[in-house]
């Protein structure tokens, strides 16, 4: 993937929702209800609703133009470019709620099976589809204090899918905007502190506002309106975010019956994500479905109340037919066809980076010989090479062969550790790794380059189309 494809998935979370505009909240004119009512949707509630939505986004976003340097974790010093964005996107689901995984945004699970997910995004004129594959379309939707995670309880999810279904005004987020108590008309509240940051995604918050007020009641519908805003950092950058809508209560149904949620959005240019002024809008309608599609206690049953680490682990594909697996504190920062750039965030802080680049194939059973390696890696280094701290093979029990070397050394004044791999394939296939890593931060970074590795699989030209569509 070039540049260009690189910035549609960070551009927005472009999910999709379902096909067709909606007309929202056309609400017949009744008399006021006098008495107060109920408006809450339990994690007990079993009901499965048909839920369709539309995701439509215009504006900027602004990115440097420069890829990430192989020497080390370091932002780009590039002028940002600006580039306009366009999303339109369709969501088409099945969604049962799952029991609650503990308090608060915990508390917010579903299991969802979906018809549809695309989304057609255009920036500075290119346009680009992204799809969920078709090979997996149950996924559990669950809320935490940072935004809804998503995953599969079948395959490993791509980076794609992942910012395909992660959207502004999921539904599942809209019911924690319900009040614990019953509403009159003209009745406001405030939900909770963890509301806006699920709803939004925002995950270090430092002010927000949040009201919902009831504007309307009739004999069919309780009509709330939604407004407020938070300023926070994600993804390592600051952000801004404006939120304005309403939501449509079905008083017989007894659940939210329609939705429609404007996010407007400010964030500056991060260590892993462009800058961007943006404005989303999603259009929701749900209806109690008449059928399960699927989503039977037993299914439902088996979906833990928390998720193993590798049931949250990204499939990454490389376009040389080799894909390795990755937890969600690394994101894809550039791809083309020679090189994939990945950066190691924590807590919104850069930790590391990772180069993965092609080897030129050796002989079957062979490699390039480690003494070449090791000059290979001097060179690249250059004038910010110290010493080569150790080389080692690394046993494995898949035929891959694996070298490592730790060489230190000093970039733009800072000491660096570089971790440099070479992998290779019986057939003679190979690939390497360089993770870039400050030396104070090597404690940080854990390990993560091992056990990233060692997941590495080579895939023959038929397995890997399928891996690079796979969720």
């Excluded at 989304?119 to 090979?135: C, E, R």
């Excluded at 502004?168 to 509403?183: F, I, K, M, N, W």
């Excluded at 975010?241 to 407007?264: M, N, S, V």
């Excluded at 090479?385 to 062969?401: S, V």
Aim: charged share 20%; proline share 6%; hydrophobic share 40%.
């Amino acid at each position: 993937m070039d540049r260009l494809g690189q910035t549609c998935r960070h551009g927005w979370r472009a999910a999709a929702p379902a096909a067709g505009m909606l007309v929202l909240l056309a609400l017949n004119s009744g008399l006021e209800a006098a008495e107060p009512i109920s408006v809450s949707e339990p994690a007990t509630d079993q009901r499965v609703f048909s839920v369709r939505a539309r995701l439509q986004v215009n504006g900027h976003i602004e990115t440097s133009s420069q890829p990430a340097a192989a020497s080390g974790p370091t932002a780009d010093s590039q002028k940002p470019t600006g580039l306009k964005l366009e999303v339109d996107g369709k969501f088409s689901f099945l969604e049962r709620r799952l029991p609650a995984g503990g308090q608060d945004a915990d508390a917010f699970r579903s299991l969802r099976r979906y018809q549809l997910a695309e989304a057609d995004i255009t920036i500075d004129g290119q346009k680009t589809v992204n799809q969920l594959p078709g090979n997996s379309r149950q996924i559990v939707a669950e809320g935490t204090s940072t935004g809804i995670q998503v995953w599969s309880p079948d395959t490993h999810m791509s980076y794609l899918a992942v910012e395909l279904l992660r959207s502004p005004g999921d539904s599942l987020a809209l019911a924690a905007l319900l009040p614990s108590t019953s509403v009159e008309q003209g009745s406001a509240w405030e939900p909770a502190y963890w509301t806006l940051p699920m709803l939004t995604g925002i995950e270090a918050v430092s002010k927000s506002t949040l009201k919902c007020t009831v504007s309307k009641i009739d004999d069919q519908y309780v009509v709330i309106l939604v407004s407020g805003g938070v300023e926070g950092a994600t993804l390592g950058a600051f952000a801004n975010i404006e939120i304005d809508g309403q939501i449509a209560w079905d008083r017989k149904a007894g659940h939210i019956r329609q939705a429609k949620i404007t996010q407007k959005e400010k964030r500056t240019v991060g260590a892993v994500s462009p800058g961007m002024n943006v404005t989303a809008t999603v259009y929701i309608d749900r209806q109690l479905s008449g059928v399960k599609g699927g989503l039977t206690d037993s299914v439902t049953d088996a979906i833990p109340i928390s998720p193993e680490a590798d049931q949250l682990a990204l499939a990454f594909s490389c376009p040389w037919n080799l894909t390795f697996a990755c937890d969600r504190d690394w994101h894809v920062f550039h791809q083309t066809k020679d090189v994939a750039v990945l950066r190691y965030l924590r807590n919104g802080s850069l930790i590391a980076q990772c180069n993965v680049s092609p080897v030129p194939q050796a002989a079957a059973g062979s490699h390039t010989p480690e003494p070449q390696f090791q000059s290979d890696i001097q060179t690249a280094l250059g004038s910010q090479f110290r010493k080569i701290e150790k080389a080692e093979q690394i046993p494995t029990t898949d035929g891959l062969w694996l070298y490592r070397v730790t060489a230190t050394g000093v970039a733009r004044d800072v000491p660096m550790h570089w971790f440099y791999y070479l992998c290779a394939a019986p057939d003679g296939r190979q690939v390497a790794f360089v993770y870039a890593v400050e030396s104070q931060l090597v404690e940080q970074f854990g390990g993560q380059d091992i056990a990233q590795v060692r997941s590495l699989q080579f895939l023959t030209p038929a397995t890997s189309t399928a891996a690079r569509t796979s969720p």
